[in-house]
């Protein structure tokens, strides 16, 4: 390797550490933000990337981990959580184990988000209750998930 090669790669390597002390990222995104500010320098960043998931620095699991609890914290079901998942390109299996792993509870998570949108009042008309289950939806919660909520409505 030629000195400005090792520079470069200690200089993407620092740049994504700096983005990682931030916050997480998946690997895709994080791909994809070095990508932009490094263009040219695909291989680098490969090798920088695989590099840091060998030291522990950068995890897909972890990510899906904290993106999981930041999302329910903001009264989104699974649907919409694994959506967001998967365009961050996170593997099936990393996001199932991660749904699962969170512990939470999804329809009272649902029932919740509905009574901080609408209020505790029950539906007064059909209209009404299917505003609020398309609110549920919207928010990614499953229809056996929005029936039960409504059910005990």
Same mark, same amino acid.
């Given at each position: 390797?030629? $000195?400005?090669? =090792?520079?470069?790669?200690?200089? #993407?390597?620092?740049?994504?550490?700096? *983005?990682? @002390?931030?916050?997480?990222? *998946?690997?895709?995104?994080?791909?994809?933000?070095?990508?932009?500010?490094?263009?040219?320098?695909?291989?680098?960043?490969? =090798?920088?990337?695989? %590099?840091?998931?060998?030291?522990?620095?950068?995890?897909?699991?972890?990510? @899906?981990?904290?993106?999981?609890?930041?999302?329910?914290?903001? $009264?989104? $079901?699974?649907?919409? #959580?694994?959506?967001?998942?998967? /365009?961050?390109?996170?593997? /099936?299996?990393? +996001?199932?184990?991660?749904?699962? %792993? *969170?512990?939470?509870?999804?329809?009272?998570? @649902? @029932? =919740?988000?509905?009574?901080?949108?609408?209020?505790?009042?029950?539906?007064?008309?059909?209209?009404?209750?299917?505003?609020?289950?398309?609110?549920?939806?919207?928010? $990614?919660?499953? +229809? /056996?998930?929005?029936?039960?909520?409504?059910? %005990?409505?």
């Amino acid at each position: 390797m030629t $000195g400005v090669t =090792e520079v470069d790669a200690s200089v #993407i390597r620092v740049q994504a550490m700096d *983005s990682l @002390a931030r916050r997480e990222y *998946s690997r895709y995104e994080l791909e994809q933000r070095l990508t932009i500010k490094f263009p040219g320098y695909r291989g680098l960043i490969h =090798e920088s990337l695989d %590099n840091l998931e060998q030291d522990g620095l950068l995890s897909d699991a972890r990510f @899906a981990e904290a993106f999981t609890r930041s999302r329910i914290r903001k $009264g989104q $079901g699974p649907r919409r #959580i694994r959506s967001e998942l998967l /365009e961050r390109r996170v593997q /099936e299996e990393v +996001i199932e184990r991660s749904l699962r %792993n *969170s512990g939470f509870d999804w329809p009272t998570l @649902a @029932a =919740e988000a509905l009574v901080k949108k609408f209020g505790v009042s029950p539906a007064a008309d059909y209209r009404e209750k299917t505003r609020r289950m398309r609110f549920l939806q919207q928010r $990614g919660f499953a +229809i /056996e998930q929005i029936r039960l909520v409504m059910d %005990n409505d």
